[in-house]
């Protein structure tokens, strides 16, 4: 990586930096007011006060009042109290592993996608049996930014109540949400979603890591997955993170303010990287729909490579980006979302997943966006070269040079052959 430019970091779903604003704001929670919230005297009042405040803001954020949310270390937390209060469950193919490892551990099954992403209605409602009692669909899913179809679910869930009721089938039917990915560009409410439960998560919204909430509507009665000292209603007992709060509740007004502006921003920025990469004739297979996706997400594949040696060469030209959800591309997995696609195993194993935030301009998904296409390059040259013919690295050298001198849509970028990448 070169150590006189900054990175150019494409993982925003993964991953985004504390803003500005949300640092300032949680900063005298650190040290100044560090009192515990549950202490009798006047100063923990008053942090007692600045925590009740955080999260009613935030609560109002998704139409929702402060009572109605309990505040979590992170979304997989809230996913997990969330579906206490299930036993028999659809979720979709493609949610996020938080949601499926939950589900595997009761009645579950799993609702098909179409070739975007975006789920199948006829499945769904196939699926939706009176046994069920819990749904859990993503609003966004973190790998492809399908965005799904949130009116036609609720209606279904609508009417299979009203045919349990007519019927006089007592079994509850709960609806949740994981909208970790959906609350920095989505405006939410939770009335209109029509959802039971909806998780939300802070580091997704440039708020603190490890802090998440779950809105919890009167009528569902979930179960304490930790026990202690009783607090957030006996749902999350521990001492309460009053600065990942505060943090949260000021990233994600924040978010909320420029909802528009940003969009506006990605859809602009995604359109120069897709124009970029067509017009470098490396052959994209853009994934995902092109409506109904997050602004913000450009996954795309490139059938017959190896994704992880682009992310290997691309990271060595200071450009970080991954193949999937973050935490199965560590375990080396293949994306379970991709293969919900029907994405064949080559179309998989050849799959960027980029994502956008603020810390990118124009300049730089420009020269990303040129540096993706000297890669792809030169591994389709690399593949298309007998597999025993060995380069020496001076020739190598200058066939890069003269690659170089010949493209002139890489902007002066070339990708330089490293050790490790020969190696690997
Ligand atoms: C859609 C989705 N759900 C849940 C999670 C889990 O979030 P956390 O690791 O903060 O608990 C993530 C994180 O990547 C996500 O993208």
């Given at each position: 990586?070169?150590?006189?430019?900054?990175?150019?970091?494409?993982?925003?779903?993964?991953?985004?930096?504390?803003?500005?604003?949300?640092?300032?704001?949680?900063?005298?929670?650190?040290?100044?007011?560090?009192?515990n919230p549950s202490?009798?005297?006047?100063?923990?009042?008053?942090?007692?006060?600045?925590?009740?405040?955080?999260?009613?803001?935030?609560?109002?954020?998704?139409?929702?009042?402060?009572?109605?949310l309990v505040i979590t270390a992170g979304?997989t937390e809230s996913i997990n109290l969330a579906f206490t209060a299930?036993?028999?469950?659809?979720?979709?193919?493609?949610?996020?592993?938080?949601?499926?490892?939950v589900?595997?551990r009761?009645?579950?099954?799993?609702?098909?996608?179409?070739?975007?992403?975006?789920?199948?209605?006829?499945?769904?409602?196939?699926?939706?049996?009176?046994?069920?009692?819990?749904?859990?669909?993503?609003?966004?899913?973190?790998?492809?930014?399908?965005?799904?179809?949130?009116?036609?679910?609720?209606?279904?869930?609508?009417?299979?109540?009203?045919?349990?009721?007519?019927?006089?089938?007592?079994?509850?039917?709960?609806?949740?949400?994981?909208?970790?990915?959906?609350?920095?560009?989505?405006?939410?409410?939770?009335?209109?979603?029509?959802?039971?439960?909806?998780?939300?998560?802070?580091?997704?919204?440039?708020?603190?890591?490890?802090?998440g909430?779950l809105?919890i509507?009167?009528?569902v009665k979930l179960s304490p997955i930790q026990f202690g000292g009783g607090q957030e209603r006996g749902l999350r007992a521990g001492t309460e993170n009053?600065?990942?709060?505060?943090?949260?509740?000021?990233?994600?007004?924040?978010?909320?303010?420029?909802?528009?502006?940003?969009?506006?921003?990605?859809?602009?920025?995604?359109?120069?990287?897709?124009?970029?990469?067509?017009?470098?004739?490396?052959?994209?297979?853009?994934?995902?729909?092109?409506?109904?996706?997050?602004?913000?997400?450009?996954?795309?594949?490139?059938?017959?490579?190896?994704?992880?040696?682009?992310?290997?060469?691309?990271?060595?030209?200071?450009?970080?980006?991954?193949?999937?959800?973050?935490?199965?591309?560590?375990?080396?997995?293949?994306?379970?979302?991709?293969?919900?696609?029907?994405?064949?195993?080559?179309?998989?194993?050849?799959?960027?997943?980029?994502?956008?935030?603020?810390?990118?301009?124009?300049?730089?998904?420009?020269?990303?966006?040129?540096?993706?296409?000297?890669?792809?390059?030169?591994?389709?040259?690399?593949?298309?070269?007998?597999?025993?013919?060995?380069?020496?690295?001076?020739?190598?050298?200058?066939?890069?040079?003269?690659?170089?001198?010949?493209?002139?849509?890489?902007?002066?970028?070339?990708?330089?052959?490293?050790?490790?990448?020969?190696?690997?």
């Amino acid at each position: 990586m070169s150590k006189t430019s900054p990175i150019i970091y494409l993982d925003h779903a993964a991953a985004t930096p504390l803003s500005p604003v949300a640092k300032q704001a949680m900063e005298p929670f650190w040290a100044q007011d560090f009192f515990n919230p549950s202490s009798p005297y006047l100063p923990a009042k008053r942090v007692r006060e600045a925590y009740e405040d955080a999260k009613n803001r935030l609560a109002h954020l998704i139409g929702a009042k402060g009572n109605d949310l309990v505040i979590t270390a992170g979304a997989t937390e809230s996913i997990n109290l969330a579906f206490t209060a299930a036993s028999n469950c659809l979720i979709l193919a493609t949610e996020h592993d938080s949601v499926r490892a939950v589900a595997s551990r009761i009645e579950h099954q799993e609702i098909a996608v179409n070739q975007y992403g975006l789920i199948d209605l006829e499945d769904f409602r196939a699926k939706l049996t009176p046994e069920v009692d819990f749904i859990s669909i993503a609003m966004v899913n973190n790998e492809l930014g399908a965005i799904q179809p949130f009116s036609q679910i609720s209606e279904i869930i609508r009417q299979e109540r009203q045919r349990r009721l007519g019927a006089g089938e007592p079994n509850p039917l709960f609806f949740h949400s994981d909208a970790s990915q959906a609350f920095n560009l989505i405006d939410l409410n939770v009335s209109r979603l029509g959802v039971d439960l909806l998780t939300l998560n802070s580091a997704k919204v440039y708020g603190p890591k490890a802090v998440g909430a779950l809105f919890i509507k009167s009528n569902v009665k979930l179960s304490p997955i930790q026990f202690g000292g009783g607090q957030e209603r006996g749902l999350r007992a521990g001492t309460e993170n009053v600065p990942g709060l505060i943090g949260f509740a000021a990233a994600a007004a924040e978010a909320k303010a420029h909802l528009k502006s940003n969009r506006q921003h990605y859809v602009e920025l995604v359109d120069i990287l897709k124009n970029q990469l067509q017009t470098a004739q490396i052959e994209p297979v853009f994934l995902g729909h092109p409506k109904h996706q997050l602004a913000n997400f450009c996954p795309v594949s490139f059938p017959g490579l190896d994704a992880e040696r682009l992310i290997f060469m691309l990271e060595e030209q200071g450009v970080c980006l991954s193949t999937g959800a973050a935490c199965s591309a560590s375990k080396g997995q293949k994306s379970h979302v991709l293969a919900a696609i029907g994405l064949s195993d080559t179309e998989i194993a050849g799959s960027l997943r980029i994502t956008l935030g603020l810390t990118n301009d124009q300049v730089q998904i420009e020269r990303a966006g040129a540096l993706i296409a000297a890669a792809v390059n030169q591994e389709r040259q690399r593949l298309s070269e007998p597999a025993t013919k060995v380069q020496a690295p001076k020739a190598q050298a200058d066939k890069q040079q003269s690659i170089k001198n010949q493209d002139p849509k890489t902007h002066g970028v070339n990708i330089q052959s490293t050790k490790k990448v020969a190696a690997a």
